[in-house]
């Protein structure tokens, strides 16, 4: 292993660990105030939504809204299943099957 | 057996099996991580890392797309160490508002804890434990249980594309990468109750899209996130005046 990459790997480790600990620590002593909670309560949705709709719209970077976004067909299938099931299995096998019927017809 | 102890035992008993269904509800987001850890094997190498400096980041980094941007880095020429290190700190601020949004369930854990589930922090972590905490409560045993299977599973599969990463066929044309966004679906939808939520999920949206187009690197969840989460905020304080 060279020495200037090991210290460029622990150098994105350490920036790495601050982004995540940083919060937690600057929250130690005081505990979560009220006011920042009402800020924070609806994180949650927004980064679960900023996960799922680029990967399903923009699979390769650009907006495709067509039969041939394989992401994007097989997304709503998942979705429907996903909001009548809310089953976790039940979309995997649903959507990754669309995924693959799409795939061996393409 | 006295009193104490078995309060202890039975506190061991159900982290136990937190910790386990941690795990097993991070199984089917690892189908999507595999992929991405054998291509990010693979990539250390073509950019010229040697086997044990793509391995040694996966372990210590632990942050799949802020590896990818080093890489790619590496594989450019470029080996500043300010550089790298200052890109990998914009593509993992992300963390950040994660960090501020568990924040106030850490805080109460021990220090120990606290680093150790801070370092092991990625977004998928992070989706699967929101939705436990919403449906049962947190628990720091069911975080580790997600975390350390995600940060197992990330490891061994850059291992695997290290070692065998150029006889597969390109893992990510799979379509496995499908496993993420649709486990996550199960997880948004049981969020979206009220119209604020809905409202809420509806900015991020229509931002991340515009940010994935005119934004680097990962800066579009960062903007979505903020820009969702200060339409949501304004609503609600709006509600609460007009009562």
């Given at each position: 292993m060279r020495n200037e990459i090991a210290l460029i790997i622990m150098g994105m480790a350490l920036v790495t660990f601050a982004t995540r600990f940083s919060c937690v620590a600057l929250l130690q002593k005081t505990g979560m105030p009220v006011w920042l909670e009402r800020w924070l309560r609806h994180i949650p949705t927004a980064i679960l939504t900023a996960l799922i709709i680029p990967a399903?719209?923009?699979p390769k970077g650009q907006i495709d809204i067509s039969f041939n976004n394989h992401y994007l067909m097989a997304g709503f299938i998942a979705a429907v299943v996903?909001?009548?099931s809310r089953n976790i299995i039940a979309t995997l096998i649903l959507g990754m099957g669309t995924m693959l019927f799409l795939r061996l017809l393409a | 057996m006295n009193a104490k102890q078995e309060t202890l035992e039975q506190g061991c008993m159900e982290s136990g099996r937190d910790f386990w269904a941690g795990a097993m509800n991070s199984g089917p987001i690892l189908l999507g991580v595999?992929?991405?850890?054998?291509?990010c094997g693979v990539m250390g190498l073509t950019a010229g890392?040697?086997?044990?400096?793509?391995?040694m980041m996966s372990i210590f980094v632990f942050a799949g797309a802020s590896q990818f941007?080093?890489?790619?880095?590496?594989g450019a020429g470029i080996t500043g160490f300010g550089l790298i290190v200052f890109t990998t700190l914009l593509v993992n601020l992300r963390h950040m508002l994660m960090g501020a949004s568990l924040a106030k369930y850490l805080v109460k854990q021990s220090l120990f804890r606290q680093v150790l589930l801070s370092f092991l922090l990625t977004d998928e972590a992070y989706a699967v434990t929101i939705s436990r905490i919403h449906q049962g409560g947190y628990s720091s045993a069911y975080q580790f249980?997600?975390?350390i299977s995600l940060y197992i599973t990330w490891a061994l599969s850059t291992i695997a594309g290290v070692l065998v990463g150029s006889y597969i066929p390109n893992p990510l044309a799979w379509g496995l990468d499908f496993a993420m966004p649709a486990t996550f679906l199960v997880l948004l939808f049981p969020r979206l109750t009220d119209r604020c939520s809905i409202v809420v999920c509806v900015v991020a949206g229509l931002i991340s899209i515009a940010g994935v187009l005119y934004?680097?690197?990962?800066w579009y969840m960062i903007v979505a996130c903020i820009g969702a989460v200060l339409v949501g905020g304004l609503m609600e304080g709006e509600k609460a005046s007009e009562k």
């Open positions: 399903l719209v923009l996903a909001y009548k | 595999i992929p991405f850890g054998i291509t890392l040697t086997s044990l400096e793509t391995i941007v080093a890489i790619t880095m590496f249980g997600v975390s934004l680097p690197g990962k």
